[in-house]
């Protein structure tokens, strides 16, 4: 099975949020479309996005001066539903209050 890169690590916009972006590809099929994807935070109490179509999550209500860590994993939106692996672990700091 494939496992999905980062197209931007999880990147602290402020006090309270976080944004990342998964890679368009997973490399199986060499196609970005016709995929969802799921942001999932392991680390510091953030929330997870749940599958979305979207390659792009904000998470928002964190506390300041925080480290969440997120990986991601994205799926097929045909019948099969094939998933990748879990990309590997990106960490950010919210910035203080």
């Not at 970005?32 to 109490?45: A, P, R, V």
Request: aromatic share 10%; proline share 2%; hydrophobic share 25%.
């Amino acid at each position: 099975m494939v496992s999905i890169g980062w197209g931007q690590a999880p990147t602290a916009t402020g006090p309270n949020s976080i944004l990342m972006s998964a890679a368009t590809s997973d490399g199986d099929s060499g196609d970005s479309f016709d995929k969802q994807y799921y942001f999932e935070c392991i680390g510091g109490g953030g929330h997870n996005s749940g599958w979305q179509d979207n390659n792009s999550y904000q998470d928002t209500g964190l506390s300041g001066s925080t480290l969440y860590t997120y990986r991601v994993k994205a799926r097929d939106k045909n019948a099969i539903q094939n998933e990748t692996e879990w990309s590997s672990e990106k960490s950010s700091t919210t910035t203080g209050t």
